[in-house]
């Protein structure tokens, strides 16, 4: 029973992540927060997903080095 509840929640995970990724794409071109969108996607996916865990670490120390650059021109 144990395996398959985890394998149910490795498939939620998964739908609900690709889910918000795809949503998210068309609103870079629209209006909307479609990078947002994308960011949530991987952070769902990584629950369980150990790429989207490293993904997430990269586009986090880009937003600290842009972050970091912002407050250096102010």
Same mark, same amino acid.
Do not use: D, F, S
């Given at each position: 029973?144990?395996?398959y509840v985890e394998g149910m929640k490795?498939?939620?995970v998964t739908?609900? +992540? $690709?889910l918000l990724i795809l949503v998210g794409l068309p609103l870079l071109l629209l209006p909307g927060p479609g990078l947002v969108v994308?960011?949530?996607g991987l952070a769902v996916l +990584? $629950?369980?997903y150990a790429w989207a865990r490293?993904?997430?670490r990269e586009v986090t120390r880009f937003a600290d080095r842009q972050v970091a650059k912002l407050r250096r021109q102010h």
């Open positions: 029973m144990a395996g490795r498939t939620l739908v609900v +992540g $690709v994308i960011i949530l +990584g $629950v369980e490293r993904r997430m």
